[in-house]
C-alpha cells in the first residue's frame, strides 16, 4: 500500500529512528508544566522573592536612580495652545461668491470642512511663513544651526567641504513643527486648538499665536486671490465678447438692409405695419361698397308712387324730397277741397291739378337724382375697393419676401441676443468679483490666543523616579525568579530510563480482539503499548485558568497517537461555565440553543473555537486544493463526538465566508438530522437520482449562510460512482465540504464517502482509545486509511 505525504513536524515514517530517542525527545518538554505549576504556587513565588529581596531592592533603587538622571537630563517641555473659531458659514457679501461655501445643513460635510481646515492649519503652507517671521530657521531647537565664532568658524572655513548640501533651515525648522505641532478639533464643536510645544513657554505661546494669525491671513489673502484670478480671466474674456457682439450686431443690420427690412418697433417691420392697415382699410371700403350698393339698390327699387303714398325708404329720405311731399299733398289735399265744391270744371280745380302734377314730377326728378348721386357713390366705393385690394396684393407678395428673409435674420438677432446676454452676464460678473477682492469673507477668528504655559508638560521628574524605581523592582522580581527556576539549581528531570519503566508500569488496557488485524503504517508507525498514558501533575485546581495559556501548558498527547503516523491535528479542549452561554435572545442561528456544542458562533474566542479553527487550517495547508476539499469526519467510538467537531468546522468556515456545505451521513438518535432537521423531505438519494436539485434538497442557515443537507430517504440506494457524478459534481461550487461519518465502520454511506473525500479526520475522546480501535478503523476504511490526515482528541 503506498503511503500518503504527511506534513508534521515530527520524524516521517520513511525515516525510522530508535524509540528511546524519540520517547526522550518528547520527555524534553515535560518540564514546562512543572516550571509553570512553580509560578502559579503563590507559597513558592513569595518564598522565593523573600529570599532574593536584596536583589529586588537593589534593582529597585538602581532603576530609581537612573530615572532620576534620565529625567536631570531631559530637556523641559511647555505646550501652549490657541483657539480659532471656525464658522462653515460664510459671510454673504455678495449673492454669487467667488469660492462659496457649500457645506450647508451636513453635519458630514461641516465635519470634512472643518478636519480640512485643521488640515491646512498643519500644512507647510502655513508654516513657512511663521519660520520665517519667528526666525525658526535660525533656532537649535528646531534644526536651525547656531552662529559659530572665534575658533568653530575658523575651523569651519578650513574643513575640506563633505560634497553634502548646505544645511536648510526651514526644512529642518518644518520637520521640527511637524512634531512639536497638534491641530485638532474639539469633538462636536466648530472650534479647533493649535498646541505648539517648546523648550520655552514664551517660544511655545508666540508660534501658536502666529500660526493662528498667519491661517487667518492666508485665507483672506487666498480669497482675495481667488477674486483677483477670477476677475482678470472675465476681463481677458471681455474684449472678445465684446467684439462678437458687434460683429453679430453688424451682421444683422446688413442684412436687414440687403433685404429691405425696416422695423418699426415691437418686432414688427414696416411691411407688416402697411399690409396691416391695408387690410384694415381694404374691410372698411368693402363695408362702404356694400352699403353704397344696398343704398343704390333701395333707391332704384323706389317709385313715386310709393313716395306719394307715405312709403319712404331712408336712402332717398332727404329734406327736399320732404318739401316735395309736403307740397305734393297740398296740392292733393286742395284739389280735393275743389272738386267738392266747385265741380270738375271749374278752372280753379285745373289750376289746382297742374300743380299737384308738377309736384309729382318734382318728386320724380328729385328720385331721378338721388339714384345718379347712389350710383357715382357706389361706382367710387367700388373702385376704392379694387385699388386697396390691388396694394394689399402687392404688400403681401412683399411680406411673404420678407418672411422667408426674417427666418435668417431672427437666426441673426438670436445670436445677438445670447451674445449680448453673455456679455452682459461677464460684464456684471468682472465688476463684482472686482469688488469683492477687498472684502474679507472669511468667518474665523481667534477666541483664545495662546498664552505662556506656567507648567512644564509630561511626567512629572518624581513620577518618572518613581516609575524608574517600579521598573527596576519588577525587574528584580524577574531576574529573582529567573535565578530560581533557571539558576545554579535547576528544576529536576526525570531520567529517560524511568520515565520508559514508569510508561512499562502502567495498568495494560482491554486487550484487542482476537480478531483484529494489526494497524498498518498508515495509522501507527510502530506498535503501541496499550491505553492512554495518564496525564501529568497538574497545579493547583483554582490555578488552571492561569497555566492555559498559550506555550504555557505541554500538549497532552495519548500514548497511542505518538507513535501514529499521522498527526495531532488539534485538541479540542473541555467547555465550562455553560450557563454564559448566549441566551436565546441573541440566538441568530438554528445550530444555537440545541444539544449539540457549537462555540464558533456563542464563544469564537474561547480555546474551544479556536481548536476547531486550528484543526481547518491545518487540513487546508496540507492539501493543495486549499479551502475547497471535501473532508469526513469519522469518530473512533461512538459518542466520541465527530457530529460536533464537523458541525463546528462548517461554520468555521461559513463564519470565514467560505461556501461551505454540512453532509450528514451517520445514524443515531444524536444525529444532525433528527436534531436540526427532522422534517427533511427531500436527501441525497433524491438529488443523485435527479428527482430535486441539490439548492432545493440542501437547507441554508440564515444567519450563517452554511448549506446542510440532511439524511433523508433510501441513502442504502447512493453507491460511490452516484456520489460522486450526481452530487459532488453538482456541489463543485461548494467548499469546504464536510462531511459527518458518525462512529467509523457503523454505517456503510460513511464508508462510500470515504472514497470520494479528499480528507479523513480521526475523532477520539481522551482516555476511552485502545490499540484495538485504531486496528478496526484501519480494517473498515481498508484503502482508504491513505487519506487519514490526523487525529483529533476531544475533551469537551
Given at each position: 500500500?503506498?503511503?500518503?505525504?504527511?506534513?508534521?513536524?515530527?520524524?516521517?515514517?520513511?525515516?525510522?529512528?530508535?524509540?528511546?530517542?524519540?520517547?526522550?525527545r518528547r520527555a524534553a518538554p515535560a518540564a514546562v508544566p512543572a516550571v509553570m505549576a512553580k509560578l502559579?504556587?503563590?507559597?513558592?513565588?513569595?518564598?522565593?522573592?523573600?529570599?532574593?529581596?536584596?536583589?529586588?531592592?537593589?534593582?529597585?533603587?538602581?532603576?530609581?536612580?537612573?530615572?532620576?538622571?534620565?529625567?536631570?537630563?531631559?530637556?523641559?517641555?511647555?505646550?501652549?495652545?490657541?483657539?480659532?473659531?471656525?464658522?462653515?458659514?460664510?459671510?454673504?457679501?455678495?449673492?454669487?461668491?467667488?469660492?462659496?461655501?457649500?457645506?450647508?445643513?451636513?453635519?458630514?460635510?461641516?465635519t470634512s470642512y472643518l478636519e480640512s481646515q485643521a488640515r491646512i492649519i498643519a500644512s507647510d503652507s502655513?508654516?513657512?511663513?511663521?519660520?520665517?517671521?519667528?526666525?525658526?530657521?535660525?533656532?537649535?531647537?528646531?534644526?536651525?544651526?547656531?552662529?559659530?565664532?572665534?575658533?568653530?568658524?575658523?575651523?569651519?572655513?578650513?574643513?575640506?567641504?563633505?560634497?553634502?548640501?548646505?544645511?536648510?533651515?526651514?526644512?529642518?525648522?518644518?520637520?521640527?513643527?511637524?512634531?512639536?505641532?497638534?491641530?485638532?478639533?474639539?469633538?462636536?464643536?466648530?472650534?479647533?486648538?493649535?498646541?505648539?510645544?517648546?523648550?520655552?513657554?514664551?517660544?511655545?505661546?508666540?508660534?501658536?499665536?502666529?500660526?493662528?494669525?498667519?491661517?487667518?491671513?492666508?485665507?483672506?489673502?487666498?480669497?482675495?486671490?481667488?477674486?483677483?484670478?477670477?476677475?482678470?480671466?472675465?476681463?481677458?474674456?471681455?474684449?472678445?465678447?465684446?467684439?462678437?457682439?458687434?460683429?453679430?450686431?453688424?451682421?444683422?443690420?446688413?442684412?436687414?438692409?440687403?433685404?429691405?427690412?425696416?422695423?418699426?418697433?415691437?418686432?414688427?417691420?414696416?411691411?407688416?405695419?402697411?399690409?396691416?392697415?391695408?387690410?384694415?382699410?381694404?374691410?372698411?371700403?368693402?363695408?362702404?361698397?356694400?352699403?353704397?350698393?344696398?343704398?343704390?339698390?333701395?333707391?332704384?327699387?323706389?317709385?313715386?308712387?310709393?313716395?306719394?303714398?307715405?312709403?319712404?325708404?331712408?336712402?332717398?329720405?332727404?329734406?327736399?324730397?320732404?318739401?316735395?311731399?309736403?307740397?305734393?299733398?297740398?296740392?292733393?289735399?286742395?284739389?280735393?277741397?275743389?272738386?267738392?265744391?266747385?265741380?270738375?270744371?271749374?278752372?280753379?280745380?285745373?289750376?289746382?291739378?297742374?300743380?299737384?302734377?308738377?309736384?309729382?314730377?318734382?318728386?320724380?326728378?328729385?328720385?331721378?337724382?338721388?339714384?345718379?348721386?347712389?350710383?357715382?357713390?357706389?361706382?367710387?366705393?367700388?373702385?376704392?375697393?379694387?385699388?386697396?385690394?390691388?396694394?394689399?396684393?402687392?404688400?403681401?407678395?412683399?411680406?411673404?419676401?420678407?418672411?422667408?428673409?426674417?427666418?435668417?435674420?431672427?437666426?441673426?438677432?438670436?445670436?445677438?441676443?445670447?451674445?449680448?446676454?453673455?456679455?452682459?452676464?461677464?460684464?456684471?460678473?468682472?465688476?463684482?468679483?472686482?469688488?469683492?477682492?477687498?472684502?474679507?469673507?472669511?468667518?474665523?477668528?481667534?477666541?483664545?490666543?495662546?498664552?505662556?504655559?506656567?507648567?512644564?508638560?509630561?511626567?512629572?521628574?518624581?513620577?518618572?523616579?518613581?516609575?524608574?524605581?517600579?521598573?527596576?523592582?519588577?525587574?528584580?522580581?524577574?531576574?529573582?525568579?529567573?535565578?530560581?527556576?533557571?539558576?545554579?539549581?535547576?528544576?529536576?528531570?526525570?531520567?529517560?530510563?524511568?520515565?520508559?519503566?514508569?510508561?512499562?508500569?502502567?495498568?495494560?488496557?482491554?486487550?484487542?480482539?482476537?480478531?483484529?488485524?494489526?494497524?498498518?503504517?498508515?495509522?501507527?508507525?510502530?506498535?503501541?503499548?496499550?491505553?492512554?498514558?495518564?496525564?501529568?501533575?497538574?497545579?493547583?485546581?483554582?490555578?488552571?485558568?492561569?497555566?492555559?495559556?498559550?506555550?504555557?501548558?505541554?500538549?497532552?498527547?495519548?500514548?497511542?497517537?505518538?507513535?501514529?503516523?499521522?498527526?495531532?491535528?488539534?485538541?479540542?479542549?473541555?467547555?465550562?461555565?455553560?450557563?454564559?452561554?448566549?441566551?436565546?435572545?441573541?440566538?441568530?442561528?438554528?445550530?444555537?440553543?440545541?444539544?449539540?456544542?457549537?462555540?464558533?458562533?456563542?464563544?469564537?474566542?474561547?480555546?474551544?473555537?479556536?481548536?476547531?479553527?486550528?484543526?481547518?487550517?491545518?487540513?487546508?495547508?496540507?492539501?493543495?486544493?486549499?479551502?475547497?476539499?471535501?473532508?469526513?469526519?469519522?469518530?473512533?467510538?461512538?459518542?466520541?463526538?465527530?457530529?460536533?467537531?464537523?458541525?463546528?468546522?462548517?461554520?468555521?468556515?461559513?463564519?470565514?465566508?467560505?461556501?461551505?456545505?454540512?453532509?450528514?451521513?451517520?445514524?443515531?438518535?444524536?444525529?444532525?438530522?433528527?436534531?436540526?432537521?427532522?422534517?427533511?423531505?427531500?436527501?441525497?438519494?433524491?438529488?443523485?437520482?435527479?428527482?430535486?436539485?441539490?439548492?432545493?434538497?440542501?437547507?441554508?442557515?440564515?444567519?450563517t449562510g452554511l448549506f446542510f443537507l440532511p439524511r433523508v430517504g433510501r441513502t442504502d440506494l447512493v453507491?460511490?460512482?452516484?456520489?460522486?457524478?450526481?452530487?459532488?459534481?453538482?456541489?463543485?461550487?461548494?467548499?469546504?465540504?464536510?462531511?459527518?461519518?458518525?462512529?467509523?465502520?457503523?454505517?456503510?454511506?460513511?464508508?462510500?464517502?470515504?472514497?470520494?473525500?479528499?480528507?479523513?479526520?480521526?475523532?477520539?475522546?481522551?482516555?476511552?482509545?485502545?490499540?484495538?480501535?485504531?486496528?478496526?478503523?484501519?480494517?473498515?476504511?481498508?484503502?482508504?486509511?491513505?487519506?487519514?490526515?490526523?487525529?483529533?482528541?476531544?475533551?469537551?
Amino acid at each position: 500500500m503506498k503511503r500518503s505525504v504527511m506534513f508534521t513536524n515530527e520524524t516521517a515514517v520513511s525515516e525510522p529512528e530508535p524509540r528511546r530517542d524519540r520517547r526522550e525527545r518528547r520527555a524534553a518538554p515535560a518540564a514546562v508544566p512543572a516550571v509553570m505549576a512553580k509560578l502559579t504556587d503563590p507559597a513558592w513565588v513569595v518564598r522565593t522573592l523573600w529570599a532574593r529581596k536584596g536583589l529586588i531592592l537593589l534593582c529597585a533603587v538602581l532603576g530609581l536612580v537612573l530615572a532620576a538622571l534620565a529625567s536631570l537630563l531631559l530637556p523641559p517641555k511647555y505646550v501652549s495652545t490657541a483657539q480659532l473659531f471656525i464658522d462653515p458659514r460664510d459671510l454673504r457679501v455678495l449673492q454669487n461668491e467667488v469660492s462659496p461655501n457649500a457645506t450647508g445643513g451636513d453635519p458630514t460635510s461641516i465635519t470634512s470642512y472643518l478636519e480640512s481646515q485643521a488640515r491646512i492649519i498643519a500644512s507647510d503652507s502655513i508654516k513657512t511663513p511663521v519660520v520665517w517671521s519667528e526666525g525658526l530657521d535660525k533656532d537649535p531647537e528646531f534644526g536651525g544651526e547656531a552662529p559659530k565664532s572665534g575658533l568653530g568658524r575658523l575651523i569651519a572655513e578650513w574643513w575640506p567641504k563633505s560634497g553634502a548640501p548646505d544645511h536648510d533651515g526651514l526644512v529642518y525648522a518644518l520637520a521640527a513643527l511637524d512634531r512639536n505641532v497638534s491641530v485638532r478639533r474639539g469633538e462636536r464643536t466648530f472650534v479647533i486648538d493649535i498646541s505648539v510645544t517648546s523648550r520655552e513657554a514664551a517660544k511655545a505661546a508666540r508660534i501658536a499665536n502666529a500660526l493662528a494669525e498667519t491661517y487667518l491671513e492666508n485665507q483672506a489673502k487666498v480669497r482675495a486671490e481667488a477674486a483677483q484670478r477670477a476677475t482678470a480671466s472675465l476681463t481677458s474674456r471681455l474684449e472678445e465678447l465684446r467684439n462678437r457682439l458687434r460683429t453679430a450686431e453688424d451682421k444683422a443690420e446688413r442684412y436687414k438692409e440687403a433685404n429691405n427690412i425696416v422695423g418699426v418697433g415691437a418686432g414688427r417691420s414696416m411691411t407688416e405695419e402697411q399690409l396691416a392697415l391695408n387690410n384694415a382699410q381694404l374691410v372698411a371700403s368693402r363695408t362702404r361698397v356694400t352699403e353704397a350698393r344696398a343704398k343704390y339698390d333701395q333707391i332704384i327699387a323706389t317709385r313715386p308712387a310709393g313716395i306719394e303714398a307715405g312709403a319712404i325708404p331712408e336712402a332717398v329720405a332727404s329734406n327736399t324730397m320732404t318739401a316735395l311731399r309736403a307740397q305734393l299733398g297740398a296740392a292733393l289735399a286742395k284739389e280735393a277741397d275743389l272738386l267738392a265744391s266747385l265741380g270738375a270744371r271749374h278752372p280753379a280745380l285745373a289750376a289746382a291739378q297742374a300743380q299737384t302734377r308738377d309736384a309729382r314730377r318734382q318728386i320724380s326728378d328729385e328720385l331721378s337724382r338721388i339714384a345718379r348721386s347712389a350710383k357715382v357713390e357706389l361706382d367710387r366705393a367700388v373702385e376704392a375697393e379694387r385699388q386697396i385690394a390691388r396694394r394689399v396684393d402687392q404688400l403681401t407678395a412683399s411680406q411673404y419676401a420678407a418672411s422667408r428673409a426674417s427666418v435668417e435674420l431672427r437666426e441673426l438677432e438670436r445670436e445677438v441676443e445670447s451674445s449680448r446676454v453673455v456679455y452682459d452676464a461677464f460684464l456684471r460678473r468682472a465688476r463684482e468679483t472686482g469688488e469683492l477682492a477687498g472684502i474679507d469673507t472669511t468667518n474665523a477668528r481667534v477666541i483664545g490666543a495662546a498664552m505662556p504655559p506656567l507648567e512644564k508638560s509630561g511626567i512629572s521628574r518624581r513620577t518618572l523616579a518613581l516609575l524608574g524605581g517600579i521598573a527596576g523592582g519588577g525587574a528584580g522580581v524577574a531576574l529573582a525568579l529567573g535565578l530560581a527556576l533557571f539558576g545554579p539549581l535547576p528544576l529536576p528531570r526525570r531520567p529517560v530510563r524511568q520515565a520508559e519503566e514508569s510508561e512499562a508500569a502502567q495498568p495494560p488496557a482491554a486487550a484487542a480482539p482476537a480478531e483484529a488485524k494489526p494497524v498498518p503504517a498508515p495509522l501507527m508507525a510502530v506498535p503501541s503499548a496499550v491505553a492512554v498514558a495518564p496525564r501529568p501533575a497538574a497545579a493547583k485546581a483554582g490555578w488552571r485558568r492561569l497555566v492555559a495559556i498559550n506555550g504555557g501548558q505541554a500538549e497532552r498527547v495519548p500514548d497511542l497517537l505518538r507513535t501514529a503516523a499521522a498527526p495531532l491535528l488539534a485538541t479540542l479542549p473541555a467547555v465550562r461555565h455553560r450557563r454564559w452561554r448566549r441566551d436565546d435572545g441573541e440566538i441568530r442561528s438554528v445550530f444555537q440553543a440545541k444539544t449539540h456544542l457549537v462555540d464558533v458562533l456563542d464563544k469564537p474566542n474561547a480555546g474551544f473555537a479556536k481548536a476547531v479553527r486550528t484543526v481547518r487550517s491545518a487540513l487546508a495547508a496540507q492539501a493543495s486544493g486549499g479551502d475547497h476539499r471535501r473532508v469526513l469526519v469519522l469518530a473512533l467510538r461512538p459518542h466520541a463526538g465527530a457530529s460536533t467537531l464537523a458541525l463546528n468546522l462548517a461554520l468555521d468556515a461559513a463564519q470565514a465566508g467560505l461556501p461551505a456545505m454540512l453532509v450528514d451521513a451517520s445514524l443515531g438518535e444524536e444525529s444532525l438530522t433528527r436534531i436540526y432537521a427532522p422534517e427533511a423531505q427531500f436527501g441525497l438519494h433524491d438529488i443523485v437520482t435527479g428527482k430535486v436539485g441539490l439548492v432545493r434538497a440542501a437547507l441554508q442557515d440564515e444567519g450563517t449562510g452554511l448549506f446542510f443537507l440532511p439524511r433523508v430517504g433510501r441513502t442504502d440506494l447512493v453507491g460511490v460512482e452516484q456520489i460522486g457524478s450526481g452530487f459532488l459534481e453538482k456541489a463543485r461550487r461548494f467548499g469546504p465540504i464536510i462531511i459527518d461519518g458518525g462512529a467509523v465502520g457503523t454505517d456503510g454511506l460513511a464508508l462510500r464517502f470515504a472514497e470520494v473525500a479528499d480528507d479523513i479526520v480521526l475523532v477520539l475522546r481522551e482516555g476511552a482509545v485502545g490499540e484495538g480501535d485504531l486496528a478496526s478503523a484501519t480494517a473498515a476504511l481498508g484503502e482508504q486509511a491513505d487519506k487519514l490526515r490526523g487525529f483529533v482528541v476531544n475533551e469537551a
